[in-house]
């Protein structure tokens, strides 16, 4: 099992970033991905989720309304399209995979691998 998170980077506030995490292993249908990030300082967040069986998607309030989850099954990837970047968004982006349930979705503890991140930083 492996994912490969890619697309993070430097970007102004009020920019546009789309990170990638691309899967092998397993097949998308089967589990649910979620997206954690952890700033300097903080702890791990989750901040999105898209569930394997019916692609149902959850939000963190933090994210909700400029964030949007999505995933190609044929291409066994789950992408995270951010809009509208602001300064606190600064963090390493972890793609991961699980099978929680309802709202446990932002317990780290549940999922099973973790890729290894990709930073973000938004500049003021």
């Known amino acids: 099992v492996q994912l490969q998170a890619s697309g993070g980077g430097l970007v102004q506030a009020g920019g546009t970033l789309r990170l990638s995490c691309a899967l092998s292993?397993?097949?998308?249908?089967?589990?649910?991905i979620g997206w954690f990030r952890q700033a300097p300082g903080k702890e791990r967040e989750g901040i999105s989720y898209?569930?394997?069986?019916?692609?149902?998607?959850y939000y963190a309030d933090s994210v909700k309304g400029r964030f949007t989850i999505s995933r190609d099954n044929a291409k066994n990837t789950v992408y995270l399209q951010m809009n509208s970047l602001k300064p606190e968004d600064t963090a390493i982006y972890y793609c991961t995979v699980g099978r929680p349930v309802g709202s446990a979705w932002r317990t780290s503890s549940l999922y099973y691998y973790w890729g290894q991140g990709t930073l973000v930083t938004v500049s003021s």
């Open positions: 292993g397993f097949r998308l249908v089967d589990y649910g």
């Open positions: 898209i569930r394997g069986s019916g692609g149902s998607t």
